[in-house]
């Protein structure tokens, strides 16, 4: 089975702190996605990525900011955290267009 | 905009009553639609992809269902395990998938 791994399942962090989420698979999958989940407003999509070194904003990429060096691992960052980016953060990875996503498990990050 | 409603917000069940989830959806371009299960605190697992209109999948307790402007997600006979949160997702361009809110099932023994 596909995994898809997040570093941290619980993170704290204070306002100002600059933020580094990783997702790493181990499938050789094509595209890789950060998402943000909030009661209420559904699953977001930030940013993604469909090759090593790309990636496109999503719907909502004002204060982040993203990383794929390799095709395995790809990193958000959160430039400047504010307690409005406190949210469950969900990396995903797909075959390909077309295809299923693999989650992860989240990451509940909560800024202080 | 490629747009993705599901309804109801909220399913209650009896053990063993059957009904069905619906996820309405506007896209340009369908590369497929989704359906995931979410269990609280977890990342959401996919389910079943489908392609084409007239398209069903089905598999234990659970049956998708595709039209040109909708899908459902049928559940015979739930047990409580089924409770969960289901999420319906659109994709077009590039692999991006837009989800719907979601519908979360209780099914009570």
């Known amino acids: 089975d596909v995994k898809v791994t997040q570093s941290s399942r619980y993170l704290v962090k204070r306002t100002g702190e600059k933020v580094f989420l990783e997702c790493v698979q181990d499938?050789?999958?094509?595209?890789m996605f950060w998402y943000r989940q909030d009661p209420g407003l559904g699953l977001r999509l930030i940013y993604f990525?469909?090759?090593?070194?790309?990636?496109e904003k999503g719907d909502i990429p004002e204060g982040y900011s993203v990383s794929r060096e390799k095709k395995e691992r790809f990193s958000l960052i959160l430039e400047s955290a504010s307690t409005n980016q406190t949210s469950m953060y969900l990396c995903a990875s797909a075959l390909g267009s077309g295809y299923g996503y693999t989650f992860g498990s989240g990451t509940r990050l909560t800024v202080v | 905009e490629d747009q993705v409603t599901q309804s109801p917000e909220a399913l209650r069940l009896q053990e063993g009553e059957s009904s069905s989830l619906n996820c309405s959806y506007t896209v340009s371009g369908l590369r497929g639609l989704f359906w995931y299960r979410q269990d609280p605190g977890k990342g959401p697992e996919f389910l079943f992809t489908?392609?084409?209109a007239g398209e069903e999948k089905e598999k234990e307790r659970l049956k998708a269902t595709l039209t040109k402007k909708e899908s459902f997600l049928h559940i015979t006979a739930p047990k409580p395990e089924d409770s969960a949160t289901y999420l319906c997702a659109v994709q077009a361009y590039a692999g991006k998938s837009t989800f719907g809110d979601g519908t979360t099932l209780t099914v009570k023994p």
């Open positions: 489908l392609y084409s």
């Open positions: 990525s469909y090759d090593v070194k790309m990636k």
């Open positions: 499938m050789d999958h094509e595209n």
